[in-house]
């Protein structure tokens, strides 16, 4: 992970466990921002499902910053100079978040409808 001081320059094999980590904070983020949707897009009421998805790329993203800012201010990590860089923020755990916290609902959403889960 070459946009992380922390993990710049070491092997995949030196940072799987590392990453394997900060891949569960990731899914229980998920999980997080799919249940403030869930709340938010109740209370609106009659929301469509596009708008859904774009609430909760919308969550993801601010949950990002907070995440960011939170580790940079403990110094849990920091960026190297191939992060790009955004009012003191790194973008790609922003569009991380944004990206794949409605894809993986999407992707749930769809498997559990084909699987005859959902009807």
Request: with cysteine; aromatic share 10%.
């Amino acid at each position: 992970m070459p946009a992380f001081v922390e993990t710049a320059g070491r092997s995949w094999r030196e940072t799987a466990f590392t990453c394997a980590l900060f891949s569960l904070g990731d899914a229980s983020l998920t999980l997080i921002i799919y249940a403030v949707g869930v709340v938010v897009a109740r209370h609106v009421g009659n929301m469509k499902r596009a708008k859904f998805y774009l609430l909760l790329a919308a969550l993801g993203a601010v949950a990002a910053v907070v995440v960011e800012l939170v580790a940079k201010a403990f110094g849990s990590w920091s960026y190297s100079e191939r992060m790009p860089v955004l009012l003191g923020v790194g973008v790609v755990p922003i569009l991380q978040l944004a990206i794949l916290v409605p894809a993986a609902v999407w992707i749930a959403w769809t498997w559990s409808k084909t699987e005859g889960i959902r009807n």
